[in-house]
């Protein structure tokens, strides 16, 4: 059992840019940060453009940040929407199937309630739900970002 | 989301043997029955001898058959001892991990949780109801079956 990469980088990235808030992040960044491919990276920040739950901003000095707010991108949605069809085993993928006993093989439905389970726990959860520990995961990721304490006056002095 | 090809291979072996019944089969005849690497099954082969799911007979003539009867042979039992540890992303492996923020990151948990979701309804079926069309996956694997009414008198003639 195991999460696609395509998924996997998904995710990864819509948290590097959940921590980032607002501020524009490049692919080699990201990238460097996760000690991923580059190349893999683009094709999966292409899709989250064009499912537009990230936005992109051409030119030097540009990037891509958050179109939505954490609490408003959902787990499952966007593993849904990065995989189109899941495709558990070949057959779930009738155009590529070669497996013979396709047809009649009683594990198909089996597997497709079990993904429907899997899925329904994404459902519950959203980017915001990922990010909980946000300067941990800035200081792991390389991230600096302002001290939200030094931003407002302490209430106590 | 994809189960692993280990753990897609096994399944379909103990399909195959489950059609089968009691009769010897070997890797050759379920490689070419479904259309993949004898290469790739013999792994998974030793591995269900090794669990004791699968029983082998040695030598000319020999092959391989169930250890059990399909009813008793549990599929999120299998799924876990052929995989020993399910690695949904890398940081399941934490020996193998090579992701920055696992010790914070918020999605481990709820992989975890969702991941349980999907064993937990593997957990309620056994090879039994995969093989419920039991004549018709022995048409599509090319295996030929006795024909249960012409070895037992029909009751009505």
């Given at each position: 059992m195991q999460l696609t990469q395509f998924s996997d980088y998904a995710l990864r990235t819509l948290i590097y840019l959940g921590v980032r808030e607002g501020d524009l992040a490049t692919i080699e960044e990201i990238a460097a940060s996760y000690g991923i491919s580059e190349s893999h990276l683009t094709k999966v920040v292409h899709k989250l453009g064009r499912l537009g739950i990230i936005d992109t901003v051409r030119g030097r000095g540009g990037g891509m940040r958050l179109n939505r707010r954490p609490a408003d991108i959902n787990i499952g949605a966007t593993v849904r929407q990065m995989e189109?069809?899941?495709?558990?085993?070949?057959?779930?993928?009738i155009e590529h199937n070669?497996?013979?006993?396709a047809p009649v093989c009683g594990l198909t439905s089996v597997l497709a309630e079990a993904l429907e389970a899997f899925m329904a726990v994404l459902d519950r959860y959203t980017l915001a739900d990922m990010m909980k520990e946000r300067r941990n995961l800035a200081g792991l990721l390389s991230i600096s970002i302002e001290d939200d304490a030094r931003r407002r006056p302490a209430i106590r002095s």
């Amino acid at each position: 059992m195991q999460l696609t990469q395509f998924s996997d980088y998904a995710l990864r990235t819509l948290i590097y840019l959940g921590v980032r808030e607002g501020d524009l992040a490049t692919i080699e960044e990201i990238a460097a940060s996760y000690g991923i491919s580059e190349s893999h990276l683009t094709k999966v920040v292409h899709k989250l453009g064009r499912l537009g739950i990230i936005d992109t901003v051409r030119g030097r000095g540009g990037g891509m940040r958050l179109n939505r707010r954490p609490a408003d991108i959902n787990i499952g949605a966007t593993v849904r929407q990065m995989e189109g069809n899941l495709t558990i085993v070949e057959c779930f993928d009738i155009e590529h199937n070669t497996c013979p006993i396709a047809p009649v093989c009683g594990l198909t439905s089996v597997l497709a309630e079990a993904l429907e389970a899997f899925m329904a726990v994404l459902d519950r959860y959203t980017l915001a739900d990922m990010m909980k520990e946000r300067r941990n995961l800035a200081g792991l990721l390389s991230i600096s970002i302002e001290d939200d304490a030094r931003r407002r006056p302490a209430i106590r002095s």
